[in-house]
């Protein structure tokens, strides 16, 4: 056997070249490393000709890119609800970046420690350690390809295929697999051809081959036969083949990165680290000049868009969770990122331009498309590379409603909030009937000082079904006796689900009223019946330059400050004020008066737009109820579809959000058919699943409360316990 191959506990790395091939190898890696080089730069000066964005990406840069690195190196959105994919994942990234690490030492020692310091740190323990690392990780880097193309080519995953799929998906996985096999192969070869050496057993997989070419007899010339002269199928000559052949796939896949899928894991990254907090949850403001805030053309989108769209890894977990898809609306998150992907890069190869968004069909996103947009961010929450879909979105549908294509049920929502205040199109005195039937009067918050401001929405004051929550709120204050008040007929829509429709300058006006009335009351804190109030009042009415609009004549106010900038003035959602009067001892529960099996929606302006998942549920068990958790809920939970516009929008689908959540609380929960009331904390939730309850045929099935309501009936049996021990 051919010993030349190995020395002591050390190997020569390129063994079997000669000096002309030598300098061929690294004639090819300039090149590769040049074309990756200039593809980054391409890549990147993209994103330079791309509108500002409208938040702070690049400040604190060292602890985002720290962040970051957490965020990737866990992997823990890919683990989030599919632990194969993020074991999968894990494997390939892991093992990745160790043979990434791995070629880097190996440069180090050669260009540094041996040219430079004519030493070597590359053999002994060093070695040894080496070697078993970059096996084992190598072949979790395997393994996980593995289990990727089982995914994607034996199992089909769904959400894998789509009719952005396509050649370079394929190229993309099988490059990454012959790199892995190649190079376990080579490695066998390499340590068959030195005989076998038994401190090579560290790397197990290669020693593994080894052992599997002597027992198939594979022969072995002398080094001195070694490379294109050896004759016949041997193990030389194979080294030979397979060190060129991994050569050049690695060669290629260096230079081919910047120009399709393997972007990604430079965009992917780069995403993560300049994403927003709070995207989502706020919106990127208007400005007065009405500048590139639409999507006239596609260079309307700002840097961080273009970012998106190139970060995006064609994974579907966006279109998986996605509830307009599930019901059969014509909106795939994914496809209209990759959409817009695709026309610029049409566009930059000499396309023809076309309209971004409109009704009809001739442009690069239809408007029913983005009409269909819940606004649940479940397709944010559910993506590992921090693509915010929503501020893409917002831009297309601001677009949609400066061209008047907006559905024409929005557009009488818009018409009612411009001349009534409200979405229902009825009388502002109205506003406060809802309390004419209790038996105490509600505090006027612009007369008197109160503690908590309640802004009661919409549907509280004027729809009959959430007017019955509206006076058990009222109740559960006045029961524990805390200072609260309301506007009256001061008090308009909030604006939040027309401004995700696109109507910001509406929005603006809303807010700008609000704000100016709040100036004029005295409160320590505001609560909302609504969680869609709610976030727009903490995440967003801050974010106002309520300055740029106090001159314009057509906005009725003067307001010119940022309102709650510091966020001095506290915003709740009811369940978080009302959470915290029953651990105060203030209302009087002791937790087994209703005996009732429930199940729990959670909203999504108040579960995943704001964390609040919790004081609900505290408040649900407090009144003894038994609480059956849906398979999917918190940060999973499924949208009602009444955001974003869908409440007043009607769509052909099947089935609906709210019949499809109602039969997953009647099947998929642990107690099925026993669950008796279907609770929900918001009340676009409460008309939504009303009208599922009755369209899905469950009317006879299960009841439809608000947590409101079964405090109140709990709050009653209390005192009716209390009524029948006194007279005894």
């Not at 080894?210 to 080094?223: P, T």
């Not at 081919?256 to 995207?279: C, Q, T």
């Not at 400050?561 to 529960?589: C, F, M, P, S």
Request: glycine residues 8%; charged residues 25%.
């Amino acid at each position: 056997m051919n010993v030349l191959a190995q020395s002591d506990v050390a190997r020569e790395t390129y063994w079997g070249i000669t000096n002309t091939e030598y300098a061929v190898f690294y004639l090819l890696a300039a090149i590769a490393i040049a074309t990756f080089v200039y593809g980054v730069y391409q890549r990147f000066s993209r994103y330079t000709d791309g509108d500002d964005d409208p938040f702070a990406r690049l400040n604190d840069l060292p602890s985002r890119i720290v962040n970051g690195a957490k965020i990737v190196l866990s992997n823990e959105k890919q683990f989030n609800r599919d632990l194969y994919g993020g074991l999968m994942h894990s494997f390939i990234l892991w093992g990745f970046l160790t043979l990434f690490i791995a070629t880097l030492i190996l440069m180090v020692d050669e260009y540094a420690f041996q040219k430079v310091l004519h030493t070597s740190f590359w053999e002994g323990t060093f070695y040894l350690s080496y070697q078993f690392i970059v096996d084992a990780m190598g072949l979790l880097f395997v393994v996980g390809i593995g289990m990727a193309m089982y995914r994607r080519y034996w199992v089909r995953n769904e959400r894998l295929w789509d009719r952005h799929t396509s050649s370079e998906d394929d190229v993309f996985i099988w490059t990454l697999f012959l790199l892995g096999v190649g190079g376990f192969l080579l490695e066998g070869l390499r340590i068959y051809s030195a005989g076998i050496p038994d401190h090579e057993i560290v790397s197990f997989v290669g020693y593994g081959l080894a052992l599997a070419f002597d027992a198939a007899g594979l022969s072995v010339l002398g080094a001195e036969q070694a490379g294109v002269n050896g004759a016949g199928l041997n193990a030389e000559n194979l080294h030979w083949l397979a060190w060129w052949s991994h050569s050049l796939i690695a060669f290629f896949f260096i230079a081919w990165i910047p120009y399709a899928k393997p972007f990604h894991m430079l965009s992917s990254f780069a995403n993560v680290v300049v994403r927003d907090e709070k995207a989502g949850k706020r919106l990127p403001n208007v400005p007065s000049d009405l500048d590139a805030t639409n999507a006239e053309s596609i260079d309307d989108f700002t840097w961080k868009e273009i970012l998106d769209q190139d970060a995006c890894t064609k994974c579907g977990r966006c279109s998986s969770v996605c509830p307009a898809k599930a019901s059969d609306r014509p909106l795939d998150p994914r496809n209209v990122i990759l959409d817009l992907k695709q026309y610029r890069e049409e566009l930059e190869a000499g396309g023809e331009q076309q309209p971004i968004v409109a009704d009809g069909g001739t442009s690069v996103i239809n408007a029913e498309t983005m009409e269909s947009c819940m606004a649940c961010m479940a397709c944010m929450d559910a993506c590992p590379v921090e693509i915010e879909h929503l501020q893409s979105f917002t831009r297309l549908n601001r677009q949609l409603t400066d061209q008047g294509d907006v559905d024409s049920n929005m557009q009488d929502v818009f018409q009612n909030v411009m001349q009534n205040g409200n979405t229902f199109g009825d009388s502002p005195r109205n506003r406060g009937d809802w309390a004419d039937d209790l038996e105490f009067d509600v505090p006027d918050a612009r007369e008197q000082e109160v503690d908590y401001l309640w802004y009661v929405g919409d549907f509280p004051s004027y729809d009959e079904r959430n007017k019955q929550v509206a006076r058990s709120l009222a109740t559960i204050l006045k029961e524990a006796d805390v200072s609260f008040g309301i506007l009256f007929d001061d008090e308009k829509y909030d604006g939040n689900d027309i401004r995700r429709v696109g109507e910001e300058l509406l929005y603006v006006e809303l807010a700008g009223h609000h704000v100016e009335t709040w100036e004029d009351c005295e409160f320590d804190t505001i609560v909302c019946t609504d969680p869609h109030s709610y976030n727009t009042f903490k995440n967003e009415y801050p974010e106002l330059n309520f300055d740029e609009f106090a001159d314009d004549p057509m906005m009725p106010f003067e307001y010119d400050e940022q309102w709650n900038e510091d966020g001095e003035i506290d915003v709740y959602h009811w369940t978080q004020a009302v959470e915290e009067l029953v651990r105060e001892g203030k209302l009087d529960l002791n937790g087994d008066e209703l005996d009732y099996t429930v199940t729990y929606h959670d909203p999504c302006h108040l579960g995943r737009y704001n964390d609040e998942y919790e004081a609900p549920r505290e408040l649900i068990r407090a009144t003894g109820c038994e609480l059956d958790e849906m398979p999917r809920n918190r940060d999973n939970s499924f949208c009602c579809g009444g955001g974003g516009g869908g409440l007043w929008m009607d769509f052909e689908e099947e089935p609906k959000p709210s019949e499809e959540r109602i039969r997953e609380a009647l099947e998929d929960t642990d107690a099925g058919a026993g669950v008796e009331k279907f609770v929900v904390a918001c009340p676009m939730c409460m008309t939504m699943y009303e009208d599922g309850r009755k369209t899905g045929g469950y009317e006879d099935e299960i009841e439809v409360v608000d947590v409101a309501e079964l405090i109140v009936e709990a709050i009653g049996r209390e005192e009716t316990a209390d009524l029948e021990i006194a007279a005894d």
